[in-house]
C-alpha cells in the first residue's frame, strides 16, 4: 500500500505510545482501512513523499529484504536557500560522511556509521538526491554540511520560514522497484512517483 506522506505526520508511532499527540500515518491509515500495516519504511515528520507500507507479514518482509540490500531506488527533491553555486548543473555528486543520530539531530564522528548520498545540482536552490545508505537525518546534515540547508529546515540552519505549516522542502519524489524481483507479483509497478518539490512547495499541485 503506497500513501502520500504528510508534512507534520509521523511515519510509524513513536516512542510515546498513547500520550503521543502528533498523528501518524501508518496508524491513520490503518484506521481508515481498517487493515493492520507493517511499516518497511520511514519518512520524517516534517517530510513528504511517497510512502510504502506492506499489508501481510510475508510482503513486509519481502519489502524488508528490499530496502536492507538497497534494491529499491529513493528519488528526493529538495530546494534550498540559494547561495553561491559551488557545484556544476546537472552532474552527480557523491558525498560521504560517518553520522551519529543525537537526541534530535544527527552530527558527524569519524566512529559514525557511513552515509553515502548522490546529489545532483540543478540550479536555483532545486537539488535531485539519492540516499544510497539510510541514515537518520542524512540528505538534510548533507545539504547542510554543504551550506545549503532547506528551507524551512531550521534545524539544521535554514533562515526561511516554512510555506507549509510543519513542513521543510525536502520530498520523496520516486520509489523504483525495477531491481526487486518479488515486485510485480506484489502488485508493484516499476516507479511509484508524487508530484515534484517546486509545485508541491508552491502549494499549486492537487494532493
Known amino acids: ?26 496508524t491513520d491509515w490503518s484506521r ?21 507500507f506492506a499489508k501481510t507479514a510475508d510482503a513486509h518482509r519481502m519489502a524488508n529484504h528490499w530496502f ?17 553555486n559551488q557545484f556544476p548543473t546537472e552532474q552527480k555528486i557523491i558525498w560521504k560522511s560517518h553520522l551519529l543520530r543525537g537526541k534530535k539531530r544527527a552530527y558527524e564522528r569519524d566512529f ?55 513542513a521543510i522542502a525536502l520530498r520523496a519524489v520516486e520509489l523504483d522497484f525495477c531491481e526487486c524481483p518479488e515486485g510485480k507479483a506484489l502488485g508493484l509497478p516499476e516507479k511509484l512517483q508524487v508530484s515534484g518539490i517546486l509545485s508541491w512547495w508552491k502549494g499549486t499541485s492537487s494532493p
Open 112 to 166: 559514525g556509521k557511513e552515509a553515502i548520498t548522490e546529489a545532483m545540482w540543478l540550479g536555483d536552490g532545486f537539488w535531485k538526491l539519492s540516499p544510497l545508505t539510510g541514515r537518520s537525518h542524512q540528505l538534510r546534515f548533507e545539504l547542510a554540511k554543504h551550506g545549503f540547508p532547506i528551507l524551512g529546515d531550521e534545524l539544521y540552519g535554514s533562515k526561511v520560514a516554512p510555506l507549509i505549516p510543519g
Open 1 to 26: 500500500m503506497a500513501v502520500e506522506k504528510r508534512p507534520g505526520f509521523l511515519s510509524v508511532p513513536s516512542r510515546l505510545g498513547e500520550k503521543e499527540e502528533r498523528p501518524c500515518e501508518i
Open 32 to 52: 481508515k482501512k481498517q487493515v493492520r500495516l507493517w511499516a518497511i519504511h520511514r519518512l520524517d515528520e516534517e517530510v513528504s513523499g511517497v510512502l510504502l
Open 68 to 84: 536492507e540490500k538497497r534494491l529499491v531506488h529513493k528519488t528526493y527533491e529538495a530546494l534550498t536557500e540559494n547561495v553561491e
